[in-house]
């Protein structure tokens, strides 16, 4: 639900929130004992284990074989009544329940969508013309359980107090609970939501182009990629073909970047393989 609570249809009905959960790669795990069904609204599903499948429902395009489907009606509407039975026979938790490694009671913040960011703005160019902000890094993408992933939280951890970290999509999870302060009382790390919402860090870059009258590629902005497959392929070409440059991705590169693709990428985009966190933030620092 982390992501949702940065839309304002969420607001309307105080009894919906917190939430639980880490990355996708992780509910397996997380999903084993929960008092409570689970319901996908979109990716990622993993192959539910039968020790909840009978409480995991889909709808929309997630679907998986055997496990109960949420249909959209003719007219629009659609059916949750089951789901709400079970959850109501199943109780949910009788009080907040702190679990280590799954919710351990950190508070996060998110919805810095653009229109948040964008509303700021001021705020924002003062703070780098003033100095106060030297670096934004866009740190996000997909996660894994790939090992090398924990690159991205050394990565924010060893950022420098005057650099801002935007992330998004299930990346954020690396670190979005850290606590690493503030810079003219803006949060240093800005949740701006989920894998769908890259449009909203390429308005808010080609706004701060805009206000500092330069191109997205001569701002203090380097985008920090996590690499795994699917949709990032389309966000990484729609950064491409907005000529955006010095892209640092990881932990491995996409599978279809062949050596003759990568040297393509290299010298007409400057893409670059991540390396070590306090190499890169040497390098992009200078």
Known sequence: MLPAHGYPELKKYPQLKGNFGTAWQNQKKEFDNIPAPILFTTNCLMPPKTSYADRVYTTSVVGFPEIKHINTNADGSKDFSAIIEQAKQLGGYSQDTLIPGINGGASVMTGFAHGTVLGVADTVIDAVKSGAIRQFFLVGGCDGAKPGRNYFTEFVKQSPSD???????????RFNDLNIGEIGGLPRIMDMGQCNDAYSAIMVAVALAEAFDCGVNDLPLTLVLSWYEQKAVAILLTLLSLGIHNILLGPSLPAFISPAILD????????MPISTPEADLAKILG
């Open 163 to 173: 650099t801002v970290i935007l992330t998004l999509a299930c990346g954020k999870f």
């Open 264 to 271: 393509f990428l290299v010298k007409n985009f400057s893409i």
